[in-house]
């Protein structure tokens, strides 16, 4: 038995090992209640015990296949609708994620992560509190602003989930077109952190097993959370994406403050 922990995962305990498991089920529950976070959380609690590149490195593969199962939940066809509805999003997105991704040295990653996190903040506790701000319809040059600003800050730091779903929530978009959108753009995202990775040695022998370990109890909680968002309303499907996203830039705010 020892052994195998020890091919499954590089310096754990059963108990940490246990534990991983419970936070990356808990992630994937997240994800498929609200579409996002799962990356937040799986890092965040597996960094509490292990070194960043290994927490990193489990990440991956558990990513790439939830964001692939969220982005085909309703087939092929729907997903490609997705894009084509948000095609300027995507497109615009993607150009300033990879050009930005050259000025990284130029911010200060804290001062990054607080301008992030802060517009986000208040964005979900003025949402929360009942002062709307909502999109009547897309509007192609607000819908390109808006991807130049999440591809700006994806390319700088790997974070674009929270300015993407503020865009959607303010469109009021339907709960099944918001799971899929954000599982298409996640999903091109993870394929280029696998890629990345493999590349840079994180993911590697000792480290796969760990990442492949982890994807059952991520699609297990998906499962688990799609359960329940089918079963919700739109409005509390809001509330419950609202009251995440603002987890989240308390997050992104923390860490530019103390880091």
Same mark, same amino acid.
């Given at each position: 038995?020892?052994?195998?922990?020890?091919?499954?995962?590089?310096?754990?305990?059963?108990?940490?090992?246990?534990?991983?498991?419970?936070?990356?089920?808990?992630?994937?529950?997240?994800?498929?209640?609200?579409?996002?976070?799962?990356?937040?959380?799986?890092?965040?609690?597996?960094?509490?015990?292990?070194?960043?590149?290994?927490?990193?490195?489990?990440?991956?593969?558990?990513?790439?296949?939830?964001?692939?199962? %969220?982005?085909?939940? %309703?087939?092929?066809?729907?997903?490609?609708?997705?894009?084509?509805?948000?095609?300027?999003?995507?497109?615009?997105?993607?150009?300033?994620?990879?050009?930005?991704?050259?000025?990284?040295?130029?911010?200060? &990653?804290?001062?990054?992560?607080?301008?992030?996190?802060?517009?986000?903040?208040?964005?979900?506790?003025? %949402?929360?509190?009942?002062?709307?701000?909502?999109?009547?319809?897309?509007?192609?040059?607000?819908?390109?602003?808006?991807?130049?600003?999440?591809?700006?800050?994806?390319?700088?730091?790997?974070?674009?989930?929270?300015?993407?779903?503020?865009?959607?929530?303010?469109?009021?978009?339907?709960?099944?077109? &918001?799971?899929?959108?954000?599982?298409?753009?996640?999903?091109?995202?993870?394929?280029?952190?696998?890629?990345?990775?493999?590349?840079?040695?994180?993911?590697?022998?000792?480290?796969?097993?760990?990442?492949?370990?982890?994807?059952?109890?991520?699609?297990?909680?998906?499962?688990?959370?799609?359960?329940?968002?089918?079963?919700?309303? %739109?409005?509390?499907?809001?509330?419950?994406?609202?009251?995440?996203?603002?987890?989240?830039?308390?997050?992104?705010?923390?860490?530019?403050?103390?880091?």
């Amino acid at each position: 038995m020892t052994e195998i922990l020890s091919f499954l995962t590089p310096g754990l305990s059963w108990g940490e090992f246990s534990l991983a498991l419970a936070i990356t089920c808990l992630a994937g529950l997240v994800k498929g209640l609200v579409g996002f976070a799962l990356p937040m959380i799986v890092v965040s609690g597996l960094g509490m015990f292990l070194a960043p590149e290994i927490a990193l490195a489990g990440l991956i593969l558990p990513t790439l296949v939830a964001n692939g199962i %969220q982005a085909l939940r %309703q087939g092929p066809r729907a997903a490609l609708q997705s894009i084509r509805r948000f095609g300027v999003f995507l497109g615009v997105g993607l150009v300033f994620l990879l050009a930005s991704a050259q000025l990284v040295r130029v911010l200060p &990653q804290s001062a990054l992560l607080l301008m992030i996190g802060l517009p986000i903040v208040a964005f979900s506790l003025f %949402q929360l509190g009942g002062l709307k701000f909502s999109l009547n319809g897309a509007n192609r040059r607000i819908e390109a602003l808006i991807g130049a600003v999440a591809g700006f800050i994806g390319g700088m730091s790997g974070i674009w989930g929270p300015p993407t779903v503020a865009y959607l929530t303010a469109l009021n978009t339907p709960k099944g077109e &918001q799971m899929r959108v954000q599982g298409v753009i996640y999903g091109l995202g993870a394929v280029a952190l696998f890629a990345a990775h493999l590349g840079s040695g994180v993911l590697r022998a000792e480290t796969l097993p760990f990442s492949v370990t982890l994807i059952a109890p991520a699609v297990l909680g998906m499962w688990l959370g799609g359960w329940f968002q089918d079963r919700i309303e %739109q409005n509390t499907f809001r509330r419950a994406t609202l009251f995440v996203l603002l987890i989240a830039g308390l997050n992104l705010t923390r860490r530019g403050l103390f880091g």
